[in-house]
């Protein structure tokens, strides 16, 4: 059995020396086991899976969070093209009725007034939208909704749009 004794100077210095290279080497080690899963894409979730994680989130009520997810996933589509002289500003999310699962996602676009606006009703799997679209912009949309929800009815492409000259 050790009896109290005085730690010298000495002995304190070594002793945080030891301690000091222990945290280096753990943080280390954490660091190169990340960096790793980063450059093995292992980071990406498939859209199934970030599909039950925001539907799981909805059932417990934690709707600000799923949506706040959403609203992530979909940044990527920002700044692109559609109805020709248009580009996609962002995405807001809004309820639409008293049951906090039915959500809508509205997609702003650049120089556009209320009546250029897109809306994606996300529990009824519907866009609403004022224009006949292109394939282009039909493909976009069904991407979108793809994001939102793996198994919507646009997953197939263009078939379920009304599509310009067809």
Same mark, same amino acid.
């Given at each position: 059995?050790?009896? +109290?004794?005085?730690?010298?100077?000495?002995? @304190?210095?070594? %002793? /945080? $020396?030891?301690?000091? =290279?222990?945290? &280096?080497?753990? *943080?280390?080690?954490?660091?190169?086991?990340?960096?790793?899963?980063?450059?093995?894409?292992?980071?990406?979730?498939?859209?199934?899976?970030?599909?039950?994680?925001?539907?799981?989130?909805?059932?417990?009520?934690?709707?600000?969070?799923?949506? +706040?997810?959403?609203?992530?996933?979909?940044? @990527?589509?920002? %700044? /692109? $093209?559609?109805?020709? =002289?248009?580009? &996609?500003?962002? *995405?807001?999310?809004?309820?639409?009725?008293?049951?906090?699962?039915?959500?809508?996602?509205?997609?702003?676009?650049?120089?556009?007034?209320?009546?250029?606006?897109?809306?994606?009703?996300?529990?009824?799997?519907?866009?609403?939208?004022?224009?006949?679209?292109?394939?282009?912009?039909?493909?976009?949309?069904?991407?979108?909704?793809?994001?939102? =929800?793996?198994?919507?009815?646009?997953?197939?492409?263009?078939?379920?749009?009304?599509?310009?000259?067809?």
């Amino acid at each position: 059995m050790k009896k +109290n004794r005085i730690i010298t100077e000495q002995e @304190k210095k070594e %002793g /945080v $020396d030891k301690r000091s =290279n222990q945290i &280096i080497e753990s *943080f280390n080690e954490k660091f190169n086991k990340i960096k790793r899963l980063d450059e093995g894409g292992l980071n990406e979730l498939s859209p199934e899976t970030k599909a039950s994680a925001m539907g799981k989130m909805r059932d417990k009520g934690q709707t600000k969070r799923a949506d +706040n997810l959403y609203l992530q996933n979909l940044q @990527k589509f920002v %700044g /692109v $093209d559609i109805y020709d =002289n248009f580009k &996609i500003k962002g *995405f807001r999310n809004q309820e639409y009725s008293e049951n906090k699962s039915d959500g809508a996602i509205f997609i702003d676009l650049e120089n556009a007034n209320d009546s250029n606006q897109i809306t994606y009703y996300t529990k009824m799997d519907y866009y609403d939208f004022a224009y006949e679209i292109s394939r282009r912009d039909a493909r976009l949309l069904s991407k979108i909704a793809l994001t939102i =929800n793996p198994e919507t009815q646009y997953r197939n492409g263009t078939g379920d749009f009304k599509i310009k000259g067809y």
